[in-house]
């Protein structure tokens, strides 16, 4: 079977893209050139920008090497319109509404399993590969095994390729007789199965995840003894998908300006400091907000796009953090009949976040659809990420979360309705004692004036008349001697 495997330039896909040339798979490698920093304006936040050559280039090289010391062939393939349009659009138009998007959910929905997926079925290939840490029912199959399962469709899905621009994310009715579930990889510590929730399920019928029973020290391991040397030490890629590492505030605003405001306490509504951006912080979020002079630790509870005011909660009172319901919208259920799924689910509101046990009511009339009830409590659950639903090991899917509740009420407006009474009540408070201080301000310079003309006052009467000091001055230099004739008068 021919199979088309996404070749990073990373350790990961490196080791995937042997393990299925030793199965006995026709591998072809392709990398992907997502994203071009110059033709997107990727200026400020980029430590890059001035290399002599670019991340994407140094990573294409690295598969370069990979793929000819494997012996498979390399093709390259970019995708920047693609990434731009369905990835990247939507990233901004959710951050500008002040939601938390993830754009590695978006990048595999669109770009992985939906732009490369489609090439790859054009240009022949029956499977494609990546190299996520997960696992679906082909795990460790042989391609005479994965052919028994997977014979029935592949001519149909080839009709349908060249029939579609896109895949529809519905499998068609041949496709559903191979209904291929999604599962946790071995190692739950790299588990991605949380960033492929929205992935189609065509495409995930035809995808293989070489590593999904293996650990990272075992894929490092085994790219060590393979001599893959431009890869088995290259630190993991981080940052955002196919873009990288970022000073997050200072990329975002290439393309959302920032705008300062306050950063208000939602309790007591008064201002602790001065934000870069509601748009640039995330519900839950401890660091970076450089409050200094009021004790904390404090944590982001509301964005007020509108207003522009960002409410914290001080650590006494993370109450303003906690929800028990959310409604979930858009769902991708990965399962061939949605009355299959069961009501008592466990889901990850963030990745790295432990399983919490919820109970889960798809709305009849939109199955795509669904309240999330968790009444043990749940922090920071944020409108704009990704909730995804485990049954046991089998990834069931995943949707955006809407909105959030606590007791019956909309968190978010709550937050911001209190938010900003408090602010107004706080700052007409500000507006009284700043009244009261110039009042006070104003009487003590009055008085203080009073004083010095007292004072005043009180200096000209203490001093000689200096018109009587003259005059008798004059008196005596007219008749000196009428003193000494006096004299002579009473001896006579």
């Known amino acids: 079977m021919k199979v088309l495997v996404g070749l990073s330039g990373g350790v990961d896909s490196a080791v995937a893209a042997y393990l299925l040339k030793e199965q006995g798979f026709d591998v072809t490698c392709c990398f992907m050139r997502n994203w071009d920093s110059f033709a997107n304006n990727d200026i400020k936040g980029n430590p890059e920008i001035f290399n002599n050559t670019c991340p994407q280039e140094d990573d294409y090289q690295d598969a370069k090497k990979v793929a000819e010391k494997l012996g498979l062939p390399l093709l390259r393939v970019d995708f920047i319109k693609e990434y731009w349009d369905q990835v990247f659009t939507v990233f901004l138009s959710e951050y500008g509404k002040g939601r938390t998007p993830n ?47 997977f014979d029935q469709t592949i001519t149909q899905t080839k009709a349908d390729s060249e029939n579609k621009t896109e895949t529809t994310g519905k499998p068609t009715e041949k496709e559903k007789s191979v209904y291929i579930s999604l599962r946790r990889a071995m190692d739950q510590n790299k588990d991605q199965t949380y960033f492929l929730a929205q992935i189609p399920q065509n495409a995930l019928s035809r995808t293989l995840f070489p590593l999904g ?24 890629s981080t940052g955002i998908c196919f873009i990288g590492e970022r000073n997050f505030r200072e990329f975002l605003s290439n393309y959302l300006p920032a705008k300062k405001g306050q950063i208000v306490d939602i309790d007591t509504g008064e201002i602790l400091g001065e934000h870069d951006g509601v748009l640039y912080y995330t519900l839950g979020q401890r660091k970076g907000m450089n409050i200094t002079a009021h004790r904390g630790p404090w944590f982001v509870c509301g964005k007020d796009v509108e207003s522009n005011l960002l409410y914290v909660c ?21 399962i061939d009949d949605i009355q299959k799924v069961p009501t008592d689910l ?18 009849p009339d939109n199955p795509t659809k669904a309240m999330v009830h968790y009444p043990q409590l749940s922090s920071s659950v944020t409108a704009g990420q990704e909730a995804v639903f485990y049954n046991g090991e089998i990834c069931l899917g995943g949707g955006i979360i809407e909105t959030i509740y606590r007791d019956g009420q909309d968190l978010t407006k709550k937050i911001n309705e209190c938010g900003i009474q408090a602010y107004e009540k706080a700052k007409k408070q500000r507006e009284i004692r700043m009244e009261k ?18 004072k005043e006052n009180r200096k000209q009467k203490d001093q000689p008349d200096s018109g009587n000091l003259n005059k ?6 007219q008749n000196p001697n009428s003193l000494p004739q006096q004299e002579e008068k009473s001896d006579e």
Do not use: M
């Open 314 to 334: 001080h650590t006494d009172h993370q109450d303003w953090l906690y929800s028990d319901l959310c409604v979930v919208d858009q769902i991708n259920w990965l």
């Open 472 to 477: 008798s001055a004059n008196q005596k230099e």
């Open 346 to 363: 466990t889901v990850k509101f963030r990745y790295r976040q432990k399983d919490i046990p919820v109970q889960v009511t798809i709305d």
């Open 437 to 454: 201080t110039r009042k006070n301000q104003k009487n003590r310079a009055r008085h203080k004036k009073q004083l010095k003309d007292q």
């Open 213 to 236: 029973h293996l650990s990272k020290p075992e894929v490092r391991d085994l790219a060590s003894r393979l001599s893959l040397d431009s890869v088995k030490i290259k630190k993991d």
């Open 103 to 149: 754009p590695d959910i978006l990048c595999n929905k669109y770009i992985k399993f939906d732009a490369f997926y489609n090439y790859a079925l054009k240009n022949g290939f029956d499977l494609i590969a990546t190299g996520h840490y997960a696992s679906n029912d082909y795990k460790e199959k042989s391609p005479q095994e994965v052919r028994l399962i």
